[in-house]
């Protein structure tokens, strides 16, 4: 593999790592505070997954960044960080968290659809078992926009404004890095504009059948290493511990 | 079929069934009293479960490691999923978990005095794990041969899993006692906040338990809290001793003759104090648990909202 590649392939696993271990984060936050104790424990559930799915990507990072997990997750700044600025919102309420969650996993899932096919063969056969986890995400999600979209006005109303929110951010995951041309010649990595037309075939019907109106909205003018100041807030409760006592293990 | 046997007789016959070790099921006759206690420790273990999700999900953002972050998360939830059986093991005797989640945030339940204690460092989420979850399956060991069938299959459920938080918890302060000197000194500072709220999860001292003469009785419970204390006490005591970490207790001794590690005096003004809502986070978990509901009930509207519609619909 050419220097190039190598580049390329690093800052794409960084990339999809970056996005998982953010998000996990987030879902990780409604624990024992979610609306109803069942789902207390499926975010649980979520948050695991995610997290799980973070330290595959970072291990399969490692050779190129020379890094452990824990070292990417707990000893970089947030200026380092290469995640979309979606999963480092906040988690407003409980419409804005499942509608983020659902349009990511759709993103997530229609992915790794393609990233089993990845001539990097090691990526392949991670996204295949990360994917059979992920199915079952994009299914309890997409019932949550559905139920919500379609509950009662203030569900509905909840669900349309943080659709109004987070449209233009999802977007930014359609947005190219500097150095995809390569892997995508190499057969590694998807071309995003395909992916961005799978995943519109996917969620922009189910949102209008949860009674929820797609945005008419460009992306945010972003690119991964630009960064929200929530994001500094997050690695700031992430990494308070690990720095603390860097030489510690724990 | 009408029973038209007397009180006494049904009585008697009940309790020769406790007495022959039969479990008691949802739909067997038992005296009320047998019930109400039922319900009353079990919502206050399910309870117990639910708030205690909070001083250690606290800690959750703060996780020093990746691993051990997934291991709390799934900590917590298991105290979820323990709350959800519990819930349904008081359901069958007839309430509802609505009306007992509604009296705990009316402040009118109680639950395990222990989680009205602060998490303060990363290594009290050690400590709990293996001394609050050791005092928990103590008990629960007891409970999962309780005379009343669903609590009992409850406790050998949750017995099984909070042996794992325990190993986790034990593992953890054993690497910290081992650590780095600020490491191991965050152990031995959980140790001294975390020791005297673990001994009285066991609850008030037998002299003072108004109810553990019917629940042992009825094989509710087959130990006294004093019993189950003790037995705690000679188990941990040498485990922390051989760690170099210091018991919080300077009137701790070893007996020869009774073979038993000694105690001093358990501050029960401070039991008390705390039972009755005035410890360190009581009003905190409460306010926690109201506003987690308050700013569901949309959620649960929606839902209920939804279900209709597609109740209609087909």
């Known amino acids: ?250 | 079929m009408t029973d038209d046997r007397t009180y006494e007789e049904k009585l008697a016959e009940f309790e020769a069934r406790i007495e022959r070790g039969e479990k008691i099921e949802p739909g067997d006759w038992m005296p009320d009293e047998y019930r109400r206690q039922l319900i009353r420790m079990i919502s206050q273990h399910a309870h117990s479960e639910v708030v205690g999700m909070l001083p250690e999900g606290a800690w959750i953002p703060h996780a020093p490691s990746l691993r051990r972050k997934m291991i709390l998360i799934a900590k917590v939830q298991d105290e979820g999923g323990h709350g959800q059986y519990l819930y349904h093991a008081a359901e069958s005797l007839g309430v509802d978990r609505e009306e007992l989640i509604e009296a705990l945030l009316a402040g009118k339940a109680k639950y395990s005095n222990v989680f009205n204690y602060p998490t303060l460092t990363w290594a009290d989420i050690g400590m709990i794990g293996w001394l609050v979850d050791g005092a928990a399956i103590k008990n629960q060991t007891m409970l999962a041969h309780s005379s009343y069938g669903p609590y009992s299959r409850a406790m050998v459920r949750i017995c099984a899993e909070e042996t794992f938080h325990y190993k986790q918890g034990k593992e953890m302060i054993t690497l910290y006692a081992k650590g780095t000197p600020e490491q191991r000194q965050m152990a031995q500072d959980a140790l001294n906040r975390w020791w005297w709220p673990a001994l009285m999860m066991f609850g008030p001292p037998d002299s003072q338990s108004i109810h553990t003469e019917t629940l042992m009785r009825w094989k509710i419970k087959i130990k006294t809290n004093d019993q189950l204390r003790q037995e705690f006490i000679n188990e941990i005591v040498p485990e922390f001793l051989a760690l170099g970490l210091e018991i919080p207790d300077p009137d701790l001794h070893y007996d020869e003759e009774t073979g038993n590690w000694v105690i001093g005096e358990i501050d029960w003004d401070e039991f008390w104090r705390v039972i009755r809502g005035n410890g360190p986070m009581n009003r905190d978990r409460l306010a926690a648990r109201r506003e987690a509901h308050e700013k569901g009930k949309w959620v649960r509207e929606a839902l209920e909202a939804y279900a209709q519609r597609q109740a209609q619909a087909a």
Do not use: C
């Open chain 1, 1 to 250: 593999m050419n220097k190039k590649l190598q580049q390329a392939l690093m800052d794409r696993l960084v990339a999809m790592a970056d996005d998982e271990v953010i998000l996990g984060h987030r879902d990780s936050e409604w624990t024992g505070h979610a609306p109803i104790l069942e789902e207390d424990i499926a975010i649980a559930n979520l948050a695991q997954d995610e997290i799980g799915h973070a330290i595959i990507w970072y291990e399969l990072a490692e050779p190129f960044t020379g890094n452990d997990a824990d070292s990417m997750a707990y000893f970089r700044d947030a200026r380092q960080f290469r995640n979309v600025q979606m999963v480092e919102l906040p988690n407003h309420d409980w419409a804005f968290t499942m509608l983020r969650h659902y349009l990511y996993d759709a993103y997530e899932l229609a992915l790794l659809t393609r990233l089993v096919e990845s001539k990097f063969e090691a990526l392949a056969k991670a996204a295949e078992k990360v994917r059979n986890e992920e199915v079952y995400h994009f299914r309890h999600t997409s019932d949550w926009v559905e139920r919500l979209g379609l509950g009662t006005e203030e569900s509905n109303t909840r669900m349309q404004r943080a659709l109004d929110h987070l449209w233009p951010y999802a977007l930014q995951l359609f947005r190219p890095m500097p150095l995809d041309d390569t892997l995508i010649e190499a057969d590694y990595f998807p071309e995003l504009g395909e992916l961005r037309s799978a995943w519109e075939q996917v969620v922009i019907p189910h949102l209008e059948k949860s009674d929820l109106k797609v945005p008419d909205a460009e992306p945010i003018y972003a690119h991964r290493h630009h960064h929200t100041e929530h994001l500094v807030d997050l690695l700031a409760d992430m990494q308070m511990v690990a720095r603390s006592l860097p030489d510690a293990v724990w």
